[in-house]
């Protein structure tokens, strides 16, 4: 697809949104960690800058390296717009899940295409304070970045497990873990898997014009299936453990394919016809605010 001169993407980043269990990449070379502050605060820690491969990436541990933020808590806006002003245009988000088939085992991994919402106390758009925009969410995580993650993924699985192409993540508030009765009710929507970030991220990030995708990671059968043992923390954190150094193995082998293609997405674009409110309309505060975000069909926001 054609890109806008403004959205050339020779030099752009590669982002790495570490979940429960995978707070670094040993692979990623040469890093430099940088503090930023952002109009939406301060992002869940310091991001870390290197290369991995011949891909410029930016990890950042979305609980924090020492898992300090609760899934509601997590500084969601303030971690995509630092992303973005840092160059970052594709964006790997490995997380960790409960599996609501039975054919999704523990250890396998899922490259979800579609989510459901069922958080309530998180702000999920830049857009508010006088400015509105509305973003196309029909195909939430971006088609060519999930076919990449998901033919790295299966070139990697060893002998046992699987990873499944598409499906459908229900994203839950947390952090207690579902009631069996919730449990059910989602596996009967026909949902993947069940999980308590991606959502957030694959909303902002759309409207950050960042192409995202899940590397979603099942430790656990949810509690639906009451021919296993309920989820616990301990469980979650074995098979975390157990998942992390594969997800990495994805995660560098993806950067690779990356880099050689440098693919435009439709996510790139995704504020063309998306800007509601005229540009003179906007609260001063509001422009200065998502200026990184509007420039592009704005123009740099100026006081004079």
């Known amino acids: 697809m054609h890109l806008p001169d403004f959205y050339r993407l020779e030099n752009a980043r590669l982002g790495i949104l570490g979940g429960s269990g995978l707070y670094d990449i040993e692979q990623i070379k040469n890093v430099e960690e940088l503090s930023i502050q952002t109009p939406f605060g301060k992002p869940s820690d310091k991001l870390r800058v290197g290369k991995?491969?011949?891909?410029?990436?930016?990890?950042?541990?979305?609980?924090?390296?020492?898992?300090?933020?609760?899934?509601t808590d997590i500084p969601y806006r303030a971690n995509i717009w630092a992303l973005k002003s840092l160059g970052v245009r594709w964006l790997l988000a490995p997380s960790a899940v409960g599996s609501l088939k039975a054919q999704i085992r523990p250890l396998d991994m899922v490259v979800p295409d579609q989510f459901i919402d069922r958080t309530h106390h998180r702000p999920v758009t830049f857009f508010c304070d006088g400015a509105v925009a509305h973003v196309s969410m029909a195909d939430p995580f971006c088609p060519t970045l999930a076919r990449l993650l998901a033919e790295e993924g299966e070139r990697l699985m060893p002998e046992g497990r699987q990873i499944h192409k598409g499906g459908t993540y229900l994203a839950m508030e947390g952090p207690a873990f579902s009631t069996r009765a919730e449990s059910k009710l989602y596996k009967s929507w026909g949902c993947s898997v069940i999980g308590m970030t991606n959502h957030t991220e694959a909303r902002l990030a759309r409207e950050a014009e960042i192409a995202y995708a899940s590397l979603s990671m099942a430790t656990d059968y949810d509690c639906w299936n009451e021919e296993e043992a309920n989820v616990s923390v301990e469980m979650a954190i074995n098979n975390l453990r157990e998942n992390a150094k594969l997800a990495s193995q994805i995660v560098s082998a993806t950067a690779a394919k990356v880099a050689s293609l440098r693919p435009a997405s439709t996510a790139h674009i995704a504020l063309k016809d998306g800007l509601m409110t005229v540009k003179e309309r906007v609260p001063i505060a509001t422009r200065k605010k998502i200026d990184l975000l509007t420039a592009p069909y704005w123009g740099a926001f100026s006081n004079s």
């Open 52 to 71: 991995l491969g011949d891909m410029e990436v930016v990890f950042l541990a979305r609980h924090g390296r020492y898992h300090t933020y609760t899934p």
